[in-house]
Nanobody, 114 residues
């Protein structure tokens, strides 16, 4: 079974930055698109960003365009989410997933508050 471990969350003030990381157990990482989702209490899960297997194409939710950047390092089986100009509405638990597979990690909490 594929294991995903997210890290890098924390408490940050509005306007601040965080970089999330997600490392996947060896499963053929470079063949799959990778996603970042987030879910806040009482809200539906939201797809935040997606990156293609080679990292040459990305997609973002409208709510994060221009502020978040997804990237990957296939040699390290790792996907990243650079989050800049964070807003209180970005507060959520963030998860990485593998496109087409049902594996989920435990997530990492991001809290944006002054």
């Amino acid at each position: 079974q594929v294991q995903l471990v997210e890290s890098g969350g924390g408490l940050v003030q509005p306007g601040g930055s965080l970089r999330l990381s997600c490392i996947a157990s060896k499963f053929g990482f470079s063949r799959y698109s990778m996603n970042w989702y987030r879910q806040a209490p009482g809200n539906e899960r939201e797809l935040v960003a997606q990156v293609t297997p080679a990292g040459d194409s990305t997609n973002y939710a409208d709510s994060v365009k221009g502020r978040f950047t997804i990237s990957r390092d296939n040699a390290k089986n790792t996907v990243y989410l650079q989050m800049n100009n964070l807003k209180p509405e970005d507060t959520a638990k963030y998860y990485c997933t593998i496109e087409g597979l049902s594996s989920w990690g435990r997530g990492t909490q991001v809290t944006v508050s002054s």
